[in-house]
């Protein structure tokens, strides 16, 4: 028994779960801080926007990184460049958070006028976020992005009607995308970051602690049974929810 017990085949078996495991226990650890640290701005109050927003983004980027690598997994041993292409992209987030983080006064007074190490750190952090964006939603909204991107950058050279015009530099580019509060961690990273977080997270709490059940079924004991019973039940649930009925996600 014992001798079938520890054949290779089971030991890489174990020694696979035993990383899985791992891997989940990270992931979950760097949720449960994004968490935290939403809880704790809620109650005590934000940060200064920028740095809100950034570290928002930073943990996003992270966990997409972690929970959507190349090839499917962190690291496989047969593929050595893509694992560690893997395992770069996990850690340039934090890179770039720290560098932002670390000067933050600086980086404010540098606005317009970024420095070549801003601009390159931009320039990786924009393909970043590109990258995240097809791990997560597919190509076509990363295929507009570019588009837009080559077209500001060489709209000069686009004879198309409305998107010709002078061209933008990319240090200016990356000036206004990456540095500032109209791009990248403009309005929707905003209402990301301030509102739909939290609500995404209370709604996990309500499923998990088996709450949404109970005050679904409240709902329905007291609206169910009358005229147009169902949409009276979804403006009883959403009330004893405090939120919205439908998707968490929407």
């Not at 020694?15 to 809620?42: D, N, P, Q, V, W």
């Not at 460049?81 to 893997?86: E, I, P, Q, V």
């Not at 750190?121 to 588009?147: E, H, K």
């Not at 009276?232 to 959403?238: D, I």
Request: hydrophobic content about 50%; glycine content about 8%.
């Amino acid at each position: 028994m014992d001798a079938q017990t520890n054949t290779p085949g089971t030991a890489a078996k174990k020694a696979e779960t035993s990383k899985l495991f791992s891997l989940e226990r990270i992931i979950g650890s760097i949720a449960f801080c994004m968490s935290l640290f939403h809880l704790y701005c809620a109650y005590f109050g934000q940060p200064e926007a920028l740095m809100f927003r950034t570290t928002f983004l930073g943990f996003i980027l992270v966990l997409c990184f972690l929970t959507r690598p190349l090839g499917g997994k962190l690291w496989d041993g047969r593929h050595i460049a893509r694992s560690l292409l893997n395992v770069i992209l996990v850690f340039l987030p934090l890179l770039t958070q720290w560098y932002i983080l670390h000067d933050m006064q600086g980086w404010y007074t540098r606005f317009g006028n970024p420095t070549t190490t801003d601009v390159i750190l931009g320039s990786i952090y924009i393909l970043m976020v590109l990258d995240a964006t097809r791990r997560t939603i597919g190509w076509p909204i990363v295929i507009v992005a570019i588009f837009f991107l080559f077209n500001a950058r060489f709209a000069d050279k686009m004879q198309l009607g409305f998107f010709y015009g002078p061209p933008m530099p990319w240090k200016t580019l990356v000036n206004f995308i990456w540095m500032e509060e109209s791009g990248i961690f403009g309005v929707p990273i905003s209402v990301m970051a301030s509102v739909i977080t939290l609500f995404l997270i209370f709604a996990s709490i309500l499923q998990k602690s088996g709450i949404v059940n109970i005050l679904l079924d409240l709902a329905f004991a007291l609206a169910g049974h009358k005229v147009g019973g169902p949409a009276k039940a979804a403006v009883v649930g959403s009330a004893l929810m405090g939120t919205v009925s439908g998707s968490s996600v929407a």
